[in-house]
């Protein structure tokens, strides 16, 4: 079945530095979201990348979709200390649910 | 904004016993689905609903089952349970998918659900 990785499992960085996850998925996605959830809360929705070599920004945030809709990556910049969490990608190939991947923890030390 | 709602908050159960975890989507949302997420992993699929028909089934355990009602609102109904089952189960809600392409989806605050 559908496999969704992620790496780096675990991110400590000095406040002030950039900070970049990637995703990974084995079979071609249709759409792909990102979560943030925080220590002790819960998935929140952060964006959803549908077209080959979508870029999207958010503030800091800077999300990309692969040519080839199998990869993604999300980029910090200039971490602050309410980033921390764990970052989820989730895949979604056509008419298929989302399968998420297993995260990024990121640590901030201001 | 109405968001998803989960009860109960937290719940404590011996094992072998029985647990019935809610959830009511925002209102509008068609499909609920149920994740189980154990400390330190990413949420795993259990099962999903659309329009009340189970639409799709992941991970789930046969001691689990789940139903949506009239109103949208889902319950997950865990028996005999196992220490292992100690987790937080989120639900969440969306639009279905229209043209195989996914609609975000929106959290509730998670069950904790702690085995003895």
């Known amino acids: 079945g559908q496999q969704v990785m992620q790496i780096p499992q675990y991110q400590h960085v000095q406040e002030g530095e950039d900070f970049t996850t990637y995703c990974n998925s084995s079979t071609t996605l249709s759409n792909i979201q990102w979560y943030k959830q925080r220590p002790g809360g819960h998935p929140v929705f952060l964006i959803q990348?549908?077209?080959?070599?979508e870029v999207k920004k958010q503030k800091r945030l800077t999300f990309q979709f692969g040519e080839a809709k199998k990869n993604s990556s999300l980029h910090i910049t200039a971490t602050q200390t309410t980033d921390v969490g764990t970052y989820f990608c989730?895949?979604?190939?056509?008419?298929?649910?989302?399968?998420f991947g297993p995260g990024t923890r990121l640590s901030v030390l201001p | 904004a109405a968001g998803v709602i989960q009860s109960p908050r937290h719940l404590i159960k011996e094992k072998r016993e029985t647990a019935t975890l809610k959830c009511y989507p925002i209102p509008r949302h068609d499909t609920v689905y149920w994740y189980q997420q154990g400390p330190g992993q990413d949420p795993q699929f259990l099962i999903s609903?659309?329009?009340?028909?189970?639409?799709d089934k992941g991970s789930i355990p046969d001691r689990f089952s789940a139903q949506q009602f009239s109103d949208y609102h889902s319950e997950l109904n865990m028996s005999s349970l196992e220490l292992g089952d100690s987790a937080l189960y989120f639900c969440?809600?969306?639009?279905?998918?229209?043209?195989?392409?996914?609609?975000?989806?929106?959290f509730g605050s998670g069950t904790r659900l702690t085995v003895v």
């Open positions: 969440a809600s969306s639009l279905a998918r229209v043209g195989g392409t996914n609609y975000g989806y929106t």
């Open positions: 990348l549908v077209k080959s070599g």
């Open positions: 609903f659309y329009e009340k028909m189970q639409s």
């Open positions: 989730a895949g979604g190939a056509w008419g298929q649910n989302f399968v």
